[in-house]
């Protein structure tokens, strides 16, 4: 039985029970009286602008004209929609919006699936009595890399600005001039550069707001809709794809209230041209004398099978799948255990930490968990750098009451609304966190995490720091009231790689390897290779040469290696060692289901055949494993994969494509945290990690925009990656002597402009990942910084 409050109001002469404290235009909406709208929003704040909404409500005085989506239902409100006031209000209010409106629907973006043509076909006068001409402005104006803006479109509905300020915290286009001269613009040498300027564009009710990719490219009834999720970080927003004779076209987010709230971060909704890149592999090719030679997949194949045919399992290894569907990673790891006999299996490059504290951590939070949380600790990577849609759920649950305490070796985006700011030297986290712990330190972040229930979102700040520090926060979080724990890890789908068993030291369904069984990590199988003890290396999507910490290991590994597979979309720094390349499917070319960081399957749907000759993994492993007499242990194709997971892995009992389809109402299936083995249940414990005491310690930054292959071959983004310099304190150039602009040197090896920021703690430095200007670079907790002679 449900404690929900309701209450009687009466719509048109019909009485309805409708949940108490809502908005009038969404409970009558509900019981299905829909009023029209265009600054109304279910995920913004109302502001009773455009006046479309105005309704009949009886009151003391008798009736009286009022905006539904500002209006809160009471008990025996009684609500006229249609009568002849309310009709000629409604036209009204169009034969304004329609006075410069430019009546260029034939070509605007917005057409055919605009709500300024559907009102105005359903509510408006039918003629204007305006025959003066119209405003005009210069069109488009670009105000982002991916935003453009035609002003003379727009009817100052206010979503845009709402979006932009109320969710993202992202104050950076506002209404401009006053009376018939209002319009929307960016400030002056501000461009729009946020994060999520894209779903200004999905909210813009006009098109007034058109994104770069889409401009021009189709109309709303050629589009074929894909249901998806967005598989650029462990969030896993759920989206839609949309295409056009085959190819994308955009991306738009799908309402989640559990996930993502109908939001995406710009990376979710403009890698998609990276599908389409002119050079994407698209055939299997083979090293021939040094260079690659384009051969068919019988011969790639061939020449694998031969390989493997006389190499001990123990031998072999592989690294990746992370980016991988839950089905495609569980014929992986079926392949490597039983067709080859290794369990030397990592989704993760050495960035992560502990396999079984990512998969199986207890208790388990969940979005919804954030949402609602007392109080939150977010002591791992900036959110909104690397799991930007989850930064969102945290600043709406601080809008709800929540307290925030962030801990970190640099500033992050939640830090301008958080309650208590824990910044610290990097690679001092450890004595941070016992003091934190002991009260002894940091009083004022102590007391805001003791009202329950608090989450704790943990990983690790940077790929320099100690990755077992990790789980020191995670036992941390564990002792506050109510807990909950939510890992972070960044990489796609590798929570849902790590549930298939991508880990030495795990099977599918959650289920641990004792550590006598258990196999080589990442970091191992590289250093084995480097030694001559492993011969033949996978690379499943993964680019240990750019990703891992220590990029020089990561190189001679693959030189050394006897045999180099790379599965893959593109030639990378890691697969350009390869001696045989297996082009791959990417996202929105293969069926599955996919898991994210708080345990929640979703499915994914193909949106049009793989480019070229392309396959997806499942495909590619199920054919070699044929080639080498195994081919029927592994399954035959994502449905009989989803349903032997679905049989098989214990923390997936029950959960298949179809279970999800029909019983998730597309928000998908959350998969519960074991208790004991199987599935495996973590306790996190405290893993004294000791604190580093070199001069200069590292804080290897992660950004949403780096060198990675996708934004590097997405072309309306790959310009947003920001400029490249070393972040140090005022005290320590001071004492270097440097100032800012002056360059330094980086471990003798790496030369950087210098940028003085009082953000970063003394004794750390600050360097941004994964960028052209840093490729090399060792993640190491200690670096070395030296002026460079002449340039302070």
């Not at 890399?145 to 035609?150: A, C, E, N």
Request: hydrophobic share 40%; proline share 6%; glycine share 8%.
């Amino acid at each position: 039985m449900s404690d929900t409050t309701t209450v009687s109001i009466t719509i048109n002469g019909v009485d309805h029970e409708v949940e108490a404290g809502q908005r009038l235009i969404t409970a009558a909406e509900k019981v299905g009286e829909y009023i029209p709208r265009f600054c109304h929003h279910d995920k913004l704040e109302p502001v009773g602008k455009c006046r479309m909404c105005l309704v009949e409500v009886e009151g003391p005085r008798g009736k009286q004209l009022v905006p539904s989506c500002t209006m809160i239902v009471n008990d025996g409100m009684v609500v006229d929609t249609e009568s002849e006031v309310v009709e000629k209000a409604q036209e009204g209010v169009l034969e304004f919006l329609l006075i410069n409106h430019p009546l260029d629907c034939p070509i605007c973006d917005k057409g055919g699936e605009c709500p300024l043509q559907d009102q105005t076909m359903a509510y408006g006068p039918g003629e204007s009595r305006f025959i003066e001409p119209k405003r005009t402005y210069e069109k488009p104006i670009p105000i982002s890399d991916v935003v453009l803006l035609d002003r003379e479109r727009c009817v100052l509905c206010d979503r845009c600005v709402r979006v932009a300020d109320d969710i993202a915290g992202d104050p950076l286009i506002t209404f401009n001039d006053r009376g018939n001269h209002v319009q929307i613009l960016t400030f002056p040498n501000e461009p729009f550069s946020s994060y999520f300027s894209g779903n200004t564009v999905q909210v813009c009710p006009v098109g007034a707001l058109t994104s770069v990719d889409y401009r021009f490219r189709a109309r709303p009834w050629d589009l074929e809709v894909t249901p998806t999720v967005a598989a650029h970080d462990t969030v896993q927003s759920t989206a839609e794809i949309h295409t056009s004779r085959g190819k994308i076209v955009r991306v738009y987010a799908a309402e989640n209230d559990h996930l993502n709230d109908g939001w995406l971060s710009d990376r979710d909704r403009f890698s998609f041209a990276a599908n389409h890149a002119p050079d994407r592999i698209v055939s299997p090719k083979r090293r021939v004398d040094g260079s690659f030679e384009d051969v068919s997949w019988p011969e790639a194949l061939n020449t694998i099978a031969e390989r493997l045919g006389g190499i001990a399992p123990e031998r072999v290894g592989a690294i990746g799948g992370a980016h991988n569907t839950n089905e495609e990673a569980y014929a992986l790891g079926k392949f490597l255990r039983e067709v080859v006999g290794t369990n030397n299996i990592d989704a993760q490059l050495g960035d992560g930490f502990n396999a079984q504290l990512a998969a199986a951590v207890t208790p388990r939070a969940t979005v919804d968990d954030v949402e609602s949380a007392g109080a939150i600790l977010v002591w791992g990577p900036d959110l909104k750098e690397t799991l930007p849609v989850l930064y969102l759920k945290v600043r709406k649950a601080v809008k709800n009451g929540a307290t925030l305490v962030v801990a970190s070796p640099w500033r992050t985006g939640l830090d301008s609304i958080a309650t208590s700011v824990v910044r610290y030297r990097a690679g001092s986290g450890q004595e941070v966190l016992r003091k934190l712990a002991q009260g002894s330190a940091h009083e004022d972040a102590a007391a805001a995490l003791t009202t329950g229930p608090v989450v704790t979102l943990f990983g690790r700040a940077s790929l320099s720091e100690d990755p077992r520090l990790a789980e020191s926060v995670a036992a941390y979080g564990r002792t506050l009231p109510d807990a909950r724990l939510m890992p972070l890890l960044t990489r796609s789908n590798v929570f849902g790689a790590l549930d298939m068993g991508l880990a030495p030291d795990l099977l599918p369904g959650r289920v641990g390897i004792e550590a006598g069984s258990a196999g080589l990590d990442a970091m191992g199988m590289l250093g084995a290779a480097a030694e001559g003890a492993l011969d033949v290396l996978f690379l499943v999507g993964s680019d240990p040469v750019r990703d891992c910490p220590d990029p020089a290991l990561a190189a001679k590994a693959l030189d050394q290696a006897d045999f180099v597979v790379a599965i893959d979309a593109f030639v990378t720094d890691s697969s350009a060692h390869a001696d045989v390349i297996l082009p791959a499917a990417l996202w929105g070319e293969v069926d599955g289901t996919m898991t994210n960081l708080e345990g929640r399957v979703q499915t994914v749907s193909a949106a049009f055949p793989p480019r070229g000759q392309a396959q997806s993994l499942l495909e590619i492993v199920r054919d070699l494993a044929a080639i080498m007499g195994s081919g029927d242990i592994l399954p035959k194709d994502t449905d009989t994969a989803s349903s032997s997971l679905a049989n098989e892995a214990p923390a997936y009992a029950g959960v298949s494509r179809e279970s999800i389809f029909f019983e998730s109402d597309g928000t998908g299936v959350v998969v519960p945290t074991g208790a004991g083995t199987q599935p495996l249940g973590y306790i996190p414990t405290d893993a004294a990690v000791p604190v580093v005491t070199d001069r200069f310690t590292l804080h290897f930054a992660p950004s949403l925009y780096d060198d990675g292959v996708i934004t590097r071959h997405a072309e309306s983004i790959a310009g947003l990656v920001p400029d490249v310099t070393v972040r140090i304190s005022p005290r320590d150039a001071s004492v270097l002597a440097v100032s800012d602009g002056a360059s330094v040197v980086i471990d003798d090896f790496l030369t950087l402009p210098v940028t003085i920021d009082a953000d970063v703690a003394q004794g750390s430095v600050v360097v941004p990942f994964n960028q052209v200007a840093t490729k090399g670079l060792i993640a190491a907790s200690a670096v070395s910084v030296e002026p460079v002679r002449g340039d302070v």
